[in-house]
Nanobody
């Protein structure tokens, strides 16, 4: 399972951080990703990090957000610098996890965590 933590209420310009840890019977964690969903909007990809450390970001957060990963802890982090009110959303972590050797990775979603950026 994926357990996310962090978020809450911050002022614009602040730097909230999120973390998400994968736990359970894990052979390997492939990509780890952050999505977000604002009220009335579709869920969108914020950024991702592969098993080799390659990162990818949505244009709206590029240069402000940073994804990192602790491979030993199967944990992904999201550092949100220069937060804006439009970053307000429920943030979800998503990972592709191999739980059985020689089988493909399964997709797992964590529970969302609310980030509210006040102006």
């Amino acid at each position: 399972q994926l357990q996310a933590s962090g978020g809450g209420l911050v002022q614009a310009g602040g730097s909230p951080s999120l973390s998400c840890a994968a736990s359970g019977s894990i052979v390997r964690v492939d990509s780890m990703n952050w999505y977000r969903q604002a009220p009335g909007e579709q869920r969108e990809l914020v950024g991702s990090i592969t098993s080799t450390g390659r990162t990818n970001y949505a244009d709206s957060v590029k240069g402000r957000f940073t994804i990192s990963r602790d491979y030993a802890k199967n944990t992904v982090y999201l550092r949100m610098n220069s937060a804006k009110p439009e970053d307000t959303a429920v943030y979800f972590c998503y990972a592709e996890v191999v739980v059985t050797p020689a089988f493909p990775a399964y997709p797992y979603w964590g529970r969302g965590t609310q980030v509210t950026v006040s102006s």
